[in-house]
């Protein structure tokens, strides 16, 4: 009770979550306060169910079955129960008193009850509990050892044929649904419980398969059967350790499911959590499986991965290596990713070489994954190359001449004391491609960009009257423009402004006061206020039905 505080539910939920839960204390009905626990409803988007558990070996903890909480995050919905006990605090002691002496009070009672007394009890909640009895049929299957009737009950219980309209169950169905099929696995994982591991290996893979059908015709939005997966993917693998099954078998499995082709890819299952189960022989079996699968499909996603899973976990770089090489990218992103590998396992020289490669076998420089780019700079930049990566950087804005790039051009240069050259060099090309978009063989003036970006604003001005410029740049060479070039600016100004005056929304408005502001200042560099006022007063003579539009103009003193 004591790690019930504001301060651990914030810490618990966050501080967005914990502020959003202060909204939903009216939303909280049904406390009920139990002996550790605290259950109740929030209504949400939906209504739902929470609990908080106080007395936990981790201390605070909770659960909710909202989207959110259900991916094991302490919610909004917790943090609004936890609040509302703690506005409370007089009566929980009382209520947590009252729930444990009615536990001690059921639990003498039953004590006190005849064998032929319990068993009408449990036969009346039977009865009136249909979950209740499923699990105690399978478990009852499973004591006699009726396994064609334990099959058939999983097989039951899966079957979503109660559930479905026209073959498919609806969202509003699927929580139902999904309630059924962890009955399966708790079905399964009785059976282990019971000593007969060995015969639920084969139920639990009947399940998966099961499963992973029903899927197909369940909207499960909410990840409800997915759930069921982890359940029955945790069954199989306590299933395996119980019964100790053949490795060589078990690899053969793993292998298969881990490629697809068990067709019961809804539960996500790694082969390395079986090291335990299948030994030494069994991993040697795994491995030369995973081997062959790769080598009859190399650029296969689940061959490639299954296999860098086991490099990895061998510590075998050059296998991990021999996997990304065996499907090379044309961009030179798997250079990039051998590197790294290399990076890790301090075999620098080699990822260098590699990172070089991928730049050498990129046929167009264009195209080379960027971050390759970076890596090799980067690495160059370490050991002193300045030249070289100036090199690459002069390559590359070649290649995809780019704001960013000319930007990585001109970092590059400068630590190398080579920017002056370079920069004529790469202007030059900026030049022909603003001839060439003169001509229509190109898109966006980038060569304004560039010179903004030297703060090189004359030559910049001179850019967009010869070659152009959207209007994006002409109100940033404006701006930067206009204390020396006040008559050029004003038009600038003017021309944006005028489709402005056509459009309606204050987002548009407070751009067009911008302008108005500017071109205010414009005519005070040229000392012609009043025309200032007579431009002002025709367009409020024109837009005078925009109330928001004079506000604003009113609000700037316009």
Avoid at 202 to 208: C, F, G, I, Y
Avoid at 391 to 405: E, K, N, S, V, Y
Avoid at 482 to 510: C, I, S, W
């Amino acid at each position: 009770m004591r790690d019930l505080t504001e301060s651990n539910l914030k810490t618990l939920a966050g501080s967005r979550s914990f502020e959003r839960g202060r909204g939903y204390l009216d939303a909280v009905s049904g406390v009920e306060v139990g002996d550790g626990w605290i259950s109740a409803s929030v209504h949400g988007t939906e209504r739902y169910e929470v609990e908080l558990s106080l007395d936990g070996p981790g201390g605070l903890s909770g659960e909710c079955d909202c989207p959110f909480g259900l991916e094991g995050n302490f919610c909004k919905h917790l943090v609004a129960l936890g609040l509302t006990v703690l506005a409370r605090p007089e009566g929980l002691p009382r209520q947590r008193k009252a729930a444990q002496d009615r536990a001690q009070d059921l639990d003498g009672w039953l004590s006190a009850q005849s064998k032929d007394e319990l068993l009408a009890l449990l036969r009346e909640q039977i009865g009136e509990d249909r979950q209740l009895r499923r699990r105690l049929e399978v478990r009852a299957a499973s004591a006699r050892g009726d396994l064609a009737a334990v099959r058939a009950r999983i097989r039951e219980l899966l079957d979503i044929g109660p559930f479905a309209q026209y073959g498919y169950v609806e969202y509003a169905d699927a929580r139902a649904y999904a309630d059924q099929a962890e009955q399966a696995v708790s079905a399964i994982g009785a059976l282990t419980g019971s000593g007969r591991a060995a015969e639920a290996i084969p139920l639990v893979r009947e399940a998966m398969k099961l499963l992973a059908q029903a899927v197909e015709s369940v909207d499960d939005s909410d990840g409800w059967l997915g759930q069921a997966g982890t359940g029955l993917a945790d069954a199989h693998l306590d299933a395996c350790r119980a019964a100790s099954p053949d490795p060589g078998e078990l690899a053969h499995w793993l292998v298969g499911h881990a490629l697809g082709e068990s067709g019961d890819d809804l539960t996500d299952i790694d082969p390395l959590d079986y090291e335990d189960v299948l030994g030494t022989e069994g991993m040697a079996a795994l491995r030369k499986l995973a081997v062959e699968a790769w080598q009859a499909n190399r650029r296969g996603w689940a061959e490639k991965y299954l296999m860098e899973r086991l490099a990895k976990a061998g510590d075998d770089v050059d296998a991990v290596i021999a996997v990304h090489a065996a499907d090379l990218a044309p961009n030179g992103h798997t250079h990039l990713v051998i590197a790294r590998e290399l990076d890790t396992a301090r075999r620098r020289d080699e990822a260098l070489g590699w990172a070089e490669r991928g730049v050498r076998e990129t046929r167009d420089l264009a195209a080379v994954d960027a971050a390759l780019v970076d890596y090799l700079c980067d690495r160059y930049a370490q050991a002193d190359r300045f030249a070289d990566a100036v090199a690459l950087r002069r390559d590359h804005f070649g290649a995809r001449r780019t704001l960013l790039t000319y930007q990585q051009l001109r970092t590059a240069a400068r630590a190398a004391d080579r920017w002056p050259a370079e920069r004529e060099s790469a202007l030059a090309l900026l030049r022909a491609d603003a001839e060439h978009r003169q001509q229509g063989r190109y898109g966006g003036p980038v060569l304004v960009d560039a010179l903004l970006d030297d703060k090189d604003v004359d030559a910049a001005w001179h850019a967009a009257t010869e070659g152009g410029a959207h209007d994006r740049q002409w109100l940033t060479l404006a701006d930067q423009a206009r204390a020396t070039r006040p008559a050029d600016t004003l038009a600038v100004y003017v021309r944006l402004a005028e489709p402005l005056t056509k459009e309606t929304g204050n987002a548009v408005y407070e751009e067009l006061v911008s302008l108005l502001l500017s071109i205010r200042d414009c005519h005070r560099r040229l000392g012609t206020p009043e025309e200032f006022t007579g431009y002002v007063t025709a367009l409020r003579t024109a837009q005078k039905r925009k109330r928001n539009l004079m506000r604003l103009m009113d609000e700037h003193g316009l």
